[in-house]
């Protein structure tokens, strides 16, 4: 059970695993049976945002051995652009331990 999901502030959209259906409007039924109808809500694998936060912001999001890339390593256009994209960007603590 795929999907594609955005994470609409940070305007990213990628496929990940639906790992359970939360909420149901129509029927409970339909959460217990775990049955994906229009406006379930689902609980999704946050791995891929979670890789792709840490590829295109260079900083870590939660406490993994994932590698970023290293200061020295880069070009200095690179970091550059990396300074810019954390210059005004900033994301609550509630959000990062949903990440753990």
């Given amino acids: 059970d795929y999907g594609n999901f955005s994470w609409g502030s940070e305007g990213c959209g990628t496929k ?3 790992v359970d259906v939360v909420y149901n ?3 409970n039924e339909f ?3 775990k ?3 229009k406006g379930t809500i689902v609980l999704v694998d946050a791995a891929p945002f979670r890789k792709w936060y840490e590829r295109y912001y260079n900083e870590k999001i939660a406490h993994t051995t994932s590698e970023l890339r ?3 390593d880069l070009k200095p ?5 990396f300074e810019s994209r954390r210059q005004n960007h900033e994301v609550s ?3 990062k331990k949903q990440f753990l």
């Fill in 77 to 81: 256009a690179t970091k550059e652009l």
């Fill in 35 to 37: 049955t994906l109808t």
């Fill in 31 to 33: 959460v217990r049976t």
């Fill in 16 to 18: 990940s695993r639906i």
């Fill in 25 to 27: 409007a129509t029927n």
């Fill in 70 to 72: 290293e200061e020295g």
């Fill in 93 to 95: 603590e509630e959000f």
